[in-house]
C-alpha cells in the first residue's frame, strides 16, 4: 500500500498548495516520501509519492522510480505485481531495484501501454510519464482494489490515491474506473481512454465435482502469490466462511504456528466466537480485540474522514475494520493483512440474493456489484488499512479467480438448501468445523454487534439522543434517516462540495428493509420476523 500524487498543469498551482495536498495521504507510505517540480515552458509536473516497503526494502525501490536504463520513462505505482518474476525470466529482462513494480518501466518500454498492463497479475494504481514521447499515462488494476482518483480540467489533469489529495485543489472529481487506461498525448492535447478488462461472462461451468477442484485449486494459487513479502503478514478472520477460507490456506503455506489472525467486535460478538473457533481448529496466534459502544461511536468520525464516503453500510463496516487495523499496527509488526473481501459479491452471498428472480437477475446482480465495488467494499478494505499504514490484499478479487468463477452457470451458484455460496462452502467442509462451514451469512457491521443490541441500533441510538438539526435538504441523494444524515454531516465537513463521488446508497435489491441495510433486518425480512 502506497499513496500517489501526480499533477501536469500548463499554469503551476502554488508549490506549497500541491506539497500539502500530497502530504494529505502520507499515512499510506511512512516508510519514505520523495517529490519532484519540474517546470518548463508547456508541461509542468508536480509528483509525490509515499512508500509502503513490502517487496525490496531498500532505498533502491523509492518513488518516482526512473531507471538508468529508460531515462526518460517515470514511474509511479501503488501496488503488488505478483508475476513480476515470471514476466522478467518471460521476456529477460534484469531487475535493479527488488521492487515488483519495476517490472511495468520495463514491460512499458518494450510493449507499449495496452499489452504491458494486459500482462500484470496484481492490484496496481500507476502513472507513468514518458518524456520521448510527451505522454501522460495513468493505469488501473481489473477490479479497482488500489483505490484511485483524478480530475481533469482546462489547466491539467490531476491524480490521487484518495479524495484528499484532491479536494482542496480541484472540482469534479471522480473515481478513475477499474480495468482501464488512460494515455495523454501533451503535444497535441489528446485523450484516449481505453477498457482493457471487461466483466462479462458465459455459463460455461456446471459440474460440481470440477467447480469444486477447481475451486480449490484457483484459490490456493491466489493466496500463494499474495504471500510474496519482505514484512511480515497475518490475517482477518471474522469467523464467517470467506475469512476462514483464507485464513486455512494461509497456514497449509506458512504454517499455522507462525500465523497470527485478528478480530474484533463486542463482548460476545458473533464474530469474535466464531473466529476463535477457527484459530483453535487451525492453529493460529489469534487476538480477540473487543471494544465498547464508546469506542465504536466515538471512532465514526475520523471512520468518514480517512475512508471519504457518506454510505451507511461502508460506514457501518469501516468503523470496526479501521480500529482493528490501528491495532495491528500499533501492537505488531504485521505489514500485509489477508482478507476475505470479494467473495460475497462474486457469490451473490449477501443475503437478499435469497430473493432474486431467475438466476440470469443473480448474475446480472452480481456483475452490477463488482463493477461498483470500489465505492464500497474494496472503498473500505484499502482506505481503513491505508489509514493504519497496513496493506490488504484480497485473493477473492484475483483475477483468474474472478474469470473461472464468474464462468460458472449462476443455476449453480444461487442459494441451494437455503444457503448462499453452497459451493464454495462444501470446497472446504472437510477442513473447517461445521458450524463455520454451515453458518449463515452476516455482514461484518452485524458480526461485530453484541447478541443484545445491534450496531445499528447502538448507533441510532446515539443519534437520536445526540445528533439535532441535521436533516438537511440536500438536493443529491438526501439522506434518508438520521444515521445517514448524520454521516453526511461528517462528510461535508471534510469535504464540502464533493458529495457526487458517492454515485448511490449501497442498499439490498430485492427486498424492503426500510432503507436499512442491516443484515439482521435482511435475515428477519427471509424468515418473516418482524
Same mark, same amino acid.
Given at each position: 500500500m502506497?499513496?500517489?500524487?501526480?499533477?501536469?498543469?500548463?499554469?503551476?498551482?502554488n508549490?506549497?498548495?500541491?506539497?500539502?495536498?500530497g502530504?494529505?495521504?502520507?499515512?499510506?507510505?511512512?516508510d519514505?516520501?520523495?517529490h519532484?517540480?519540474?517546470?518548463?515552458d508547456?508541461?509542468?509536473?508536480?509528483?509525490?509519492?509515499?512508500?509502503l516497503?513490502?517487496?525490496?526494502?531498500?532505498?533502491?525501490?523509492?518513488?518516482?522510480?526512473?531507471?538508468?536504463?529508460?531515462?526518460?520513462?517515470?514511474l509511479?505505482?501503488n501496488g503488488?505485481?505478483y508475476?513480476?518474476?515470471e514476466l522478467?525470466?518471460?521476456?529477460?529482462?534484469?531487475?535493479?531495484?527488488?521492487?515488483?513494480?519495476?517490472i511495468i518501466?520495463h514491460?512499458?518500454?518494450?510493449?507499449?501501454?495496452?499489452?504491458?498492463?494486459?500482462?500484470l497479475?496484481?492490484?496496481?494504481?500507476?502513472?507513468?510519464?514518458?518524456?520521448?514521447?510527451n505522454l501522460?499515462?495513468?493505469g488501473h488494476?481489473?477490479?479497482?482494489?488500489?483505490?484511485?482518483y483524478?480530475?481533469t480540467?482546462?489547466?491539467g489533469?490531476?491524480v490521487?490515491?484518495?479524495?484528499?489529495?484532491?479536494?482542496?485543489?480541484?472540482d469534479?472529481?471522480?473515481?478513475f474506473p477499474?480495468?482501464?487506461?488512460?494515455?495523454?498525448?501533451?503535444?497535441?492535447?489528446?485523450?484516449?481512454?481505453?477498457k482493457y478488462?471487461?466483466?462479462?461472462?458465459k455459463?460455461?461451468?456446471?459440474? &460440481?465435482?470440477m *467447480? /469444486?477442484n477447481? +475451486?480449490r485449486? @484457483?484459490?490456493?494459487?491466489?493466496?500463494n502469490? $499474495?504471500?510474496? !513479502?519482505?514484512r511480515?503478514?497475518g490475517c482477518?478472520?471474522?469467523?464467517?466462511? &470467506?475469512?476462514? *477460507? /483464507?485464513?486455512? +490456506?494461509?497456514? @497449509?503455506?506458512?504454517?499455522a504456528?507462525?500465523? $497470527?489472525?485478528? !478480530?474484533?467486535?463486542?463482548?460476545?460478538s458473533?464474530?469474535?466466537?466464531?473466529?476463535?473457533?477457527v484459530?483453535?481448529?487451525?492453529?493460529?496466534?489469534?487476538?480477540?480485540v473487543?471494544?465498547?459502544d464508546?469506542?465504536?461511536?466515538?471512532?465514526?468520525?475520523?471512520?468518514?474522514?480517512?475512508?471519504e464516503t457518506?454510505d451507511i453500510?461502508?460506514?457501518?463496516?469501516s468503523?470496526?475494520?479501521?480500529?482493528l487495523s490501528?491495532?495491528?499496527?500499533?501492537?505488531?509488526?504485521?505489514?500485509?493483512?489477508?482478507?476475505g473481501?470479494?467473495?460475497?459479491?462474486?457469490?451473490?452471498?449477501?443475503?437478499?440474493f435469497?430473493?432474486?428472480?431467475?438466476p440470469?437477475?443473480f448474475?446480472?446482480?452480481?456483475?452490477?456489484?463488482?463493477?461498483?465495488?470500489?465505492?464500497?467494499?474494496?472503498?473500505?478494505?484499502?482506505k481503513?488499512?491505508?489509514?493504519?499504514?497496513l496493506?490488504?490484499?484480497?485473493?477473492?478479487?484475483?483475477?483468474?479467480?474472478?474469470?473461472?468463477?464468474?464462468?460458472?452457470n449462476?443455476n449453480k451458484?444461487?442459494?441451494?438448501?437455503?444457503?448462499?455460496?453452497?459451493?464454495l462452502?462444501k470446497?472446504?467442509?472437510?477442513?473447517?468445523?461445521?458450524?463455520?462451514?454451515?453458518?449463515?451469512?452476516?455482514?461484518?457491521?452485524?458480526g461485530?454487534?453484541?447478541?443484545?443490541?445491534?450496531?445499528?441500533?447502538?448507533?441510532?441510538?446515539?443519534?437520536k439522543?445526540?445528533?439535532?438539526?441535521?436533516?438537511?435538504?440536500?438536493?443529491y441523494l438526501?439522506?434518508?434517516s438520521?444515521?445517514?444524515a448524520?454521516?453526511?454531516?461528517?462528510?461535508e465537513?471534510?469535504y464540502p462540495?464533493?458529495?457526487?463521488i458517492?454515485?448511490?446508497?449501497w442498499?439490498?435489491k430485492?427486498?424492503?428493509?426500510?432503507?436499512?441495510?442491516?443484515g439482521?433486518?435482511?435475515?428477519?425480512e427471509?424468515?418473516?420476523e418482524d
Amino acid at each position: 500500500m502506497c499513496g500517489i500524487f501526480a499533477v501536469l498543469e500548463k499554469n503551476p498551482t502554488n508549490y506549497t498548495v500541491l506539497k500539502e495536498a500530497g502530504l494529505a495521504s502520507k499515512h499510506r507510505g511512512p516508510d519514505d516520501t520523495s517529490h519532484s517540480m519540474n517546470i518548463s515552458d508547456n508541461t509542468n509536473f508536480f509528483l509525490m509519492f509515499h512508500r509502503l516497503s513490502i517487496n525490496g526494502l531498500t532505498s533502491s525501490g523509492n518513488q518516482p522510480m526512473i531507471l538508468s536504463r529508460y531515462p526518460h520513462i517515470t514511474l509511479m505505482a501503488n501496488g503488488e505485481i505478483y508475476n513480476f518474476k515470471e514476466l522478467a525470466e518471460k521476456y529477460n529482462f534484469e531487475l535493479k531495484t527488488g521492487s515488483d513494480c519495476e517490472i511495468i518501466i520495463h514491460l512499458y518500454n518494450k510493449l507499449g501501454l495496452d499489452e504491458c498492463i494486459k500482462q500484470l497479475d496484481g492490484v496496481f494504481a500507476f502513472v507513468i510519464i514518458d518524456n520521448s514521447k510527451n505522454l501522460f499515462m495513468i493505469g488501473h488494476d481489473p477490479i479497482g482494489i488500489r483505490e484511485l482518483y483524478w480530475s481533469t480540467n482546462s489547466n491539467g489533469i490531476y491524480v490521487g490515491s484518495e479524495l484528499k489529495n484532491l479536494s482542496n485543489i480541484v472540482d469534479n472529481i471522480e473515481l478513475f474506473p477499474p480495468g482501464s487506461y488512460c494515455i495523454y498525448d501533451i503535444d497535441n492535447d489528446t485523450f484516449i481512454n481505453k477498457k482493457y478488462f471487461d466483466l462479462t461472462y458465459k455459463p460455461l461451468y456446471d459440474d &460440481d465435482i470440477m *467447480i /469444486i477442484n477447481t +475451486i480449490r485449486d @484457483k484459490m490456493f494459487k491466489s493466496v500463494n502469490k $499474495r504471500l510474496l !513479502s519482505d514484512r511480515e503478514i497475518g490475517c482477518l478472520l471474522s469467523g464467517g466462511i &470467506d475469512s476462514s *477460507i /483464507i485464513t486455512l +490456506i494461509t497456514s @497449509k503455506i506458512i504454517g499455522a504456528d507462525k500465523l $497470527r489472525t485478528f !478480530s474484533i467486535g463486542l463482548e460476545g460478538s458473533p464474530d469474535l466466537i466464531a473466529a476463535k473457533k477457527v484459530a483453535e481448529h487451525i492453529g493460529t496466534n489469534h487476538t480477540e480485540v473487543i471494544v465498547t459502544d464508546k469506542e465504536l461511536l466515538e471512532a465514526i468520525p475520523e471512520t468518514i474522514k480517512q475512508i471519504e464516503t457518506y454510505d451507511i453500510t461502508t460506514i457501518r463496516a469501516s468503523t470496526p475494520m479501521y480500529l482493528l487495523s490501528k491495532y495491528i499496527k500499533k501492537n505488531t509488526d504485521i505489514t500485509v493483512i489477508l482478507s476475505g473481501e470479494g467473495a460475497d459479491e462474486a457469490s451473490g452471498s449477501y443475503l437478499y440474493f435469497h430473493k432474486a428472480p431467475s438466476p440470469l437477475a443473480f448474475q446480472e446482480e452480481c456483475l452490477r456489484l463488482i463493477k461498483d465495488v470500489q465505492h464500497f467494499d474494496v472503498l473500505r478494505g484499502d482506505k481503513t488499512t491505508a489509514g493504519a499504514s497496513l496493506e490488504i490484499r484480497v485473493p477473492f478479487f484475483d483475477k483468474d479467480f474472478i474469470n473461472f468463477y464468474m464462468s460458472i452457470n449462476p443455476n449453480k451458484k444461487i442459494p441451494r438448501d437455503g444457503y448462499e455460496k453452497y459451493l464454495l462452502r462444501k470446497s472446504y467442509e472437510n477442513e473447517l468445523p461445521h458450524e463455520i462451514i454451515w453458518r449463515r451469512k452476516d455482514g461484518f457491521s452485524d458480526g461485530v454487534s453484541s447478541q443484545k443490541r445491534s450496531w445499528y441500533e447502538i448507533i441510532d441510538e446515539y443519534v437520536k439522543d445526540k445528533i439535532v438539526d441535521l436533516r438537511i435538504d440536500y438536493d443529491y441523494l438526501p439522506p434518508p434517516s438520521d444515521e445517514a444524515a448524520w454521516y453526511r454531516s461528517l462528510f461535508e465537513e471534510y469535504y464540502p462540495g464533493h458529495e457526487k463521488i458517492v454515485p448511490y446508497y449501497w442498499q439490498p435489491k430485492w427486498i424492503n428493509t426500510n432503507n436499512n441495510p442491516s443484515g439482521r433486518l435482511l435475515m428477519n425480512e427471509l424468515n418473516g420476523e418482524d
